[in-house]
């Protein structure tokens, strides 16, 4: 089983290049999410989407994009890296459900194993 | 404001013994979720536990169960017969509202256990 797929898994880039970090579920989940992890920090949300061609910001979105042109794929992009993005992040995926009488779903978020970017 | 706080940013346990990880979250919505996550060195993001709002119990998963207090606001995790393995980042993590709103996190607490 697969899960949540990220590549590539380490990059180093230089101040002002671009490059997009890729991110694929094979668990049909409609939810996807991009998190950043600092240093002994925890998660920030950059972006997340509820389904194909839809995108919503999250906490930390500015000098990012990210598009959802299937269910599977979530890409996030750096247009102009800057040191301040030097992070490990996440992407992640989780079942949409309701439940019955209201209540915050139970489905976890089901994560990738990071991709580790630094920016010299 | 914070939503999530974890106070203890490191931890020592004997192995074999047990020891609680402490949660608080500040929320005012009647609905929402809380989860435990574990991340080991190798980095990686494993879920644990999951508590409702509205659960009449506490939540159990094994050795981990979680101590929730709704008037407190607290959400402990509590890990049974700590093993060398369970040295980790522990983190706790919110839902709020009703479906499946993003998860956010605190910034969690460093579990070392001690042979």
């Known amino acids: 089983n697969a899960g949540v797929t990220q590549t590539p898994k380490f990059r180093i880039l230089k101040i002002g290049q671009s490059m997009t970090l890729q991110c694929a579920q094979d668990?049909?989940?409609?939810?996807m999410y991009w998190y950043r992890q600092d240093p002994g920090m925890g998660l920030k949300l950059i972006y997340y989407?509820?389904?194909?061609?839809?995108?919503d910001k999250g906490e930390v979105p500015n000098g990012y994009n990210v598009s959802r042109s299937t269910t599977e794929d979530f890409p996030l992009r750096l247009e102009l890296a800057a040191p301040s993005q030097t992070s490990v992040y996440f992407c992640?995926?989780?079942?949409?459900?309701?439940?019955?009488?209201?209540?915050?779903?139970?489905?976890?978020?089901?994560f990738g194993d990071g991709t580790r970017l630094s920016i010299l | 404001a914070q939503k999530i706080t974890q106070t203890q940013p490191g931890m020592f346990v004997q192995e074999k013994e047990a020891v609680t990880l402490d949660c608080t979250y500040d929320?005012?919505?009647?609905?929402?979720?809380l989860f435990w996550y574990k991340q080991p060195s190798s980095g990686e993001m494993i879920f644990l536990i999951y508590?409702?709002?509205?659960?009449?119990q506490n939540a159990t998963e094994g050795r981990y169960s979680l101590n929730f207090q709704k008037a407190r606001k607290s959400a402990n995790l509590v890990i049974s017969a700590s093993q060398l393995g369970d040295s980790a980042m522990y983190f706790c993590?919110?839902?709020?509202?009703?479906?499946?709103?993003?998860?956010?996190f605190g910034k969690g607490t460093r579990l070392s256990v001690i042979a």
């Open positions: 992640a995926s989780s079942y949409s459900m309701r439940i019955a009488g209201g209540g915050a779903s139970n489905q976890p978020q089901h």
């Open positions: 989407s509820v389904g194909a061609g839809i995108t």
């Open positions: 929320t005012s919505d009647p609905s929402y979720g």
């Open positions: 993590a919110m839902r709020e509202d009703s479906g499946n709103t993003p998860l956010v």
């Open positions: 668990m049909n989940h409609n939810y």
């Open positions: 508590q409702g709002s509205y659960d009449q």
